[in-house]
């Protein structure tokens, strides 16, 4: 079946420091990948989507490219802030696999020290 | 973006009442919405798919007759926790479904639940 595995957290930055959250999916079809953020105590909010292999997409500074080759949806900043700080879920959504609606990764949580 | 709301944000009850949770489509149609659990510090856990004009589909160790959806309308699905306990106390989480390709969900703000 389809799966999403992220790094394992939490990741610690500095304020201005690049970020990479990695993400590996694994799909029977041509999936949509997503990032959502979870602020505390809130629920998830669409970061960006990608629909199509080398599609990027973009939001509030945070970048992520399908790489069909790679099977990778990394997410990418490139200095971060500490309202930054957060859980990162990448998901995937097989729309020929009606069997799974959407996979979700474990989450990464980000924590940005001033 | 698409919003979705739930209501209420906060509930505490007394062990063994309902308690009904509301989550709307602001600005979409939504035949599908989805149901989660989270615990603290981990993702989120699929209860149920609500369809709506037909019967929820739940999840592999989901009481349906405890954790009861109607999805009555394309903008409106709820979710009642019967009898509830302690054990239930949780974050839940709704999320509508987008009528395209993508499938893309958007998630409601979440309903914190404490049941004393």
């Known amino acids: 079946g389809n799966s999403v595995t992220q790094m394992e957290g939490p990741v610690t930055l500095s304020e201005e420091a690049f970020l990479t959250i990695n993400c590996t999916y694994t799909?029977?079809?041509?999936?949509?990948l997503f990032w959502y953020v979870q602020y505390p105590g809130e629920g998830l909010q669409l970061l960006l989507k990608?629909?199509?292999?080398?599609d990027k997409g973009s939001n509030k500074g945070f970048e992520a490219t399908y790489r069909k080759e790679t099977t990778s949806f990394h997410l990418e900043k490139g200095s971060v802030q500490v309202s930054d700080s957060a859980v990162y879920f990448c998901?995937?959504?097989?729309?020929?696999?009606?069997?799974?609606?959407?996979?979700f990764g474990p989450g990464t949580r980000l924590s940005v020290l001033p | 973006g698409a919003v979705v709301s739930q209501h209420p944000s906060w509930v505490i009850c007394k062990s063994g009442t309902s308690v009904k949770i509301e989550c709307r489509s602001l600005?979409?149609?939504?035949?599908?919405m989805f149901w989660y659990r989270q615990f603290p510090k981990q993702s989120l856990m699929l209860m149920a798919t609500?369809?709506?004009?037909?019967?929820?589909?739940?999840e592999q160790g989901v009481e349906k007759d405890k954790f009861l959806i109607n999805h009555a309308s394309l903008t409106l699905s709820t979710l009642t926790v019967t009898s509830a306990h302690p054990e239930d106390s949780s974050f839940y989480i709704c999320?509508?479904?987008?009528?395209?390709?993508?499938?893309?969900?958007?998630f409601g703000p979440g309903t914190r639940l404490l049941v004393l």
């Open positions: 999320s509508a479904r987008e009528q395209d390709i993508t499938r893309t969900q958007y």
């Open positions: 799909a029977t079809g041509y999936p949509s």
């Open positions: 600005d979409f149609q939504a035949t599908t």
């Open positions: 990608a629909t199509k292999a080398d």
């Open positions: 998901a995937l959504s097989d729309p020929y696999n009606y069997g799974q609606n959407f996979v």
């Open positions: 609500s369809n709506e004009g037909s019967k929820a589909t739940y």
